[in-house]
């Protein structure tokens, strides 16, 4: 009996479900789009969906939108580097999800520490030895925004 070569398992549920292949291909294409599109538009954007060829990109703001519509071209040009499923770009201005690129969520911010007659008094102290006004000063406001970060 002769073997037939292996077939990936998404080649199979294509064929037995046909409906299925946009979606896998969309998917690849989200799981690939930092590296589709660079770190900075991954940033900015992200790829919604994929009907008849025509992928839809979210992007978060205007001047973004008209940044990736001037660089349509190259976009479809990478895109069909990684998939032959894509074959026009459909760009919205839309918020982002949070996703894969996305920004790192930021911890809160604490309120800063206030500083007591002691603190105020090392930190004079420390700025007095230098001797150019200026950058006492400078050394002063630096030494008291550590101290208050503690």
């Not at 291909?25 to 009907?51: F, H, Q």
């Amino acid at each position: 009996m002769k073997r037939k070569a292996p077939r990936a398992v998404g080649d199979l549920l294509v064929a037995a479900v046909p409906e299925l292949a946009d979606r896998l291909a969309a998917e690849r294409i989200r799981r690939a789009w930092a590296a589709i599109v660079g770190p900075e538009t991954a940033r900015r954007s992200r790829p919604r969906g994929l009907v008849n060829g025509c992928l839809t990109v979210t992007v978060d703001n205007s001047p973004w939108l008209h940044e990736l519509t001037l660089r349509r071209e190259d976009l479809l040009a990478r895109l069909a580097e990684r998939s032959d499923a894509v074959r026009a770009l459909r760009l919205e201005l839309g918020a982002l999800e949070p996703g894969e690129g996305a920004e790192p969520a930021r911890e809160p911010r604490r309120p800063a520490a206030r500083l007591d007659a002691t603190d105020r008094r090392l930190i004079d102290e420390a700025a007095r030895a230098i001797g150019d006004p200026e950058l006492a000063e400078a050394a002063r406001r630096l030494m008291t925004k550590a101290w208050r970060a503690r």
